[in-house]
């Protein structure tokens, strides 16, 4: 069964400092992976997704993430942070061979911007 | 882009009343929807996963009588609380599946008193 792990509950970075939030999968193969942002009384927004290809994503607010394999890691890296990415970020996967396809979500890791 | 909607956003009911939550997709047809809940603070759990035309699949350890789940159309899958208590309040939040990319809605607060 699919799974993944979040192992930082809350991270506290200052602005301008560099972000890496952690994840971790457990899967047979390689999954569908996904990194979501929910900030307080929003819904979820897609910062990024890796199905195949390029290691290194891109994504929407300067967000990038490095698929390894050899890590089951899917870690989410910012150069530089700002005091409005303060929000709870959920790592996801999804099975890519089944027709259903759906997609369990990490424990989340709260992020706060120290001023 | 697609959207997906919740009706309604936020509902406060009496325990022993159903409630039922709407999840529509809005520019796009889905076979597939799913449903999930979070607690404050907490993550997505995935309740169920909804097929349309056919019964919906459960994860473990959700009542399939307590929280039912129907997909009548291609566009409309909805989730009804049926005997609603205060330990079932929460955020319920659906999601719809257009090829390779899943859409979620806005999420529902229900609140039982």
């Known amino acids: 069964a699919q799974s993944v792990t979040q192992p930082d509950i809350h991270i506290t970075v200052s602005e301008g400092a560099s972000l890496e939030l952690r994840c971790n999968y457990s899967?047979?193969?390689?999954?569908?992976l996904f990194w979501y942002v929910q900030s307080p009384g929003q819904g979820l927004q897609l910062l990024l997704k890796?199905?195949?290809?390029?290691?290194l994503v891109q994504g929407i607010k300067g967000f990038e993430a490095e698929f390894k394999r050899s890590q089951s890691s899917f870690n989410l890296r910012k150069p530089s942070v700002h005091w409005s990415d303060a929000a709870e970020y959920f790592c996801a996967v999804g099975s890519p061979y089944s027709s259903a396809s759906k997609i369990i979500f990490g424990s989340g890791t709260r992020l706060s911007i120290r001023p | 882009g697609a959207v997906v909607s919740q009706h309604p956003s936020r509902v406060i009911c009496k325990s022993g009343t159903s409630v039922k939550i709407e999840c529509r997709s809005l520019d796009f047809q889905a076979t597939t929807m799913f449903w999930y809940r979070q607690f404050p603070k907490k993550s997505l759990m995935l309740m169920a996963t909804s097929n349309e035309g056919s019964k919906a699949t459960y994860e473990q350890g959700v009542e399939k009588d307590k929280f039912l789940i129907n997909h009548a159309s291609l566009t409309l899958s909805t989730l009804t609380v049926t005997s609603a208590h205060p330990e079932d309040s929460s955020f319920y939040i659906c999601?719809?599946?257009?090829?390779?990319?899943?859409?979620f809605g806005p999420g529902t607060r229900l609140t039982v008193l």
């Open positions: 899967y047979g193969a390689t999954p569908y």
């Open positions: 890796y199905f195949s290809g390029d290691t």
């Open positions: 999601s719809a599946r257009d090829r390779d990319r899943w859409f």
